[in-house]
């Protein structure tokens, strides 16, 4: 057997996130496991760099399977380009190390967050980012981010907080960049909780919104408490980015 990595993009807008679930079969992995288990005859699991929630993008998704010695990665690469639907893509099909695993070998992972903060919504990009016609105060939300970024305990900050592993994360970076009425939101770390991007999102909003102060960051780290940080922002506006190994 040999291993191959893949990485996808696609526009998570209708479906029920990454992972392959038994309730339903529309999901990105769903799809990809039951393309490549066509095409090859036999069945096929994939393992991806993490699981986006539904609604949510990717640009650069990585995945890595296993298959017979004599399987030829460009096979699957044109069946995969010529049969799975459109919003979904095959960006790159390569033999890989053996030890490669797309999620325990991943070193950094970048999120970008799109917000839309003018009068009118976008009906052409309505589906890639969040609509808030606020006036955000771009100052204090850089002087929160500036509190959050660092090697935390991020419990507050995910909707998964009864979770008996480790809740302790590194984000390296959190970065804001303004054109005109876009705000872009840039989260780079070496690890992300459930719903850990979209919270801290929300809870950036907030501060831009004047609803919150800077200052209450520490506070909402220290608290491990789901309740205290902001609301979970919509999916749609939340692309995983880059992966780096």
């Known amino acids: 057997m040999k291993r191959l990595k893949l990485i996808l993009a ?14 339903t079969g529309n999901t990105v992995q769903g799809r990809i496991e039951a393309l490549l288990t066509r095409t090859m005859g036999a069945p096929v699991e994939i393992h991806g760099c993490g699981r986006t929630d539904a609604g949510v993008h990717a640009r650069m998704q990585v995945c890595h399977f296993d298959v017979p010695d004599e399987e030829d990665p460009s096979r699957l690469l044109a069946a995969l380009r010529q049969y799975l639907p459109e919003d979904i893509a095959a960006r790159s099909l390569t033999e890989t190390d053996p030890r490669f695993h797309a999620r325990l070998s991943c070193q950094e992972k970048t999120y970008l967050y799109r917000v839309n903060t003018g009068e009118t919504r976008d009906v052409f990009s309505r589906k890639y980012e969040l609509f808030l016609p606020e006036r955000l105060d771009d100052g204090v ?20 907080s009864r979770t008996k592993k480790s809740t302790v994360r590194t984000v390296s970076g959190i970065r804001l960049e303004r054109e005109g009425d876009r705000l872009r939101l840039w989260f780079t770390g070496d690890g ?5 991007v979209r919270i801290l999102t929300g809870t950036l909003l907030e501060v831009g919104e004047g609803k919150r102060r800077p200052e209450e960051m520490p506070q909402i780290l220290a608290s491990l408490d789901r309740t205290q940080a902001g609301p979970l922002a919509p999916a749609q506006g939340l692309t995983l980015w880059e992966v780096v190994y």
């Open 10 to 23: 696609y526009d998570g807008t209708r479906y029920d996130g990454w992972q392959r679930q038994g309730n």
């Open 141 to 160: 939300m850089l002087e929160a981010a500036k509190l959050l970024t660092g090697t935390h305990d991020f419990r507050a900050f995910t909707n998964n």
């Open 192 to 196: 992300f909780l459930y719903n850990m």
